[in-house]
T-cell receptor
């Protein structure tokens, strides 16, 4: 079983739609959580960190449920420019040393006019 | 620019050939990571350096993979006797502080390796 699991999609939505992505992680020692965005043939870029209390950045809302080991990302009023792959990422401390980022496979979003 | 720089951007290697991929992290960044991203997959961790020390190489898939960062800045990932399954994008990333802290990790655009 992968440490971070996501629905690969693709999610095809019209402009203005609200779309939600979900992610589950298996390691209860995961300490930090993120959503990254990756455009086609580009590097991943941090979209937002995810906090236990939930957090919002403009049209984007992230939620974390530690008990269920579940992370979500909600995009409201989607734009054509939101089309990308969204990667769910957790940081796990290993062996008492530094934490490494563990990525899901990503969920592909395509926003259509 | 001031971002993470990788070279070559694209490399086609014949099976059995050795390749070397270079990463220039952001100046002053202590932490440096290598990731491997196969088509349709998320990035998979390969190895981590804190300055010149390779603190974690648990993700290197075989002893054909070797990474170094001798002076704590530029890093090289070397793959010996390349195989077709090595075809992937190799992403380098850096962050300001030691990993375990909350610093943002910045990725380079990657080196696209195709083994034929």
């Amino acid at each position: 079983r992968k440490e971070v699991e996501q629905d690969p999609g693709p999610f095809n939505v019209p402009e203005g739609a609200t779309v939600a992505f979900n992610c589950t992680y298996s390691n209860s020692a995961s300490q930090s959580f993120f959503w990254y965005r990756q455009d086609c043939r580009k590097e991943p870029k941090l979209l937002m960190s995810v906090y236990s209390s939930g957090n919002e950045d403009g049209r984007f809302t992230a939620q974390l449920n530690r008990a269920s080991q579940y992370i979500s990302l909600l995009i409201r009023d989607s734009k054509l420019s939101d089309s990308a792959t969204y990667l769910c990422v957790v940081k796990v401390l290993r062996g008492g040393s530094q934490g490494n980022l563990i990525f899901g496979k990503g969920t592909k979003l395509s926003v259509k006019p | 620019g001031a971002g993470v720089s990788q070279s070559p951007r694209y490399k086609v290697a014949k099976r059995g050939q050795d390749v070397a991929l270079r990463c220039d992290p952001i100046s002053g960044h202590v932490s440096l990571f290598w990731y491997q991203q196969a088509l349709g997959q998320g990035p998979e961790f390969l190895t981590y350096f804190q300055n010149e020390a390779q603190l974690d190489k648990s993700g290197l898939p075989s002893d054909r993979f070797f990474a170094e960062r001798p002076e704590g800045s530029v890093s090289t990932l070397k793959i010996q006797r390349t195989q077709q399954e090595d075809s992937a994008v190799y992403l380098c990333a850096s962050s300001l502080g030691p990993q375990g802290g909350g610093n943002t990790i910045y990725f380079g655009e990657g080196s696209w390796l195709t083994v034929v």
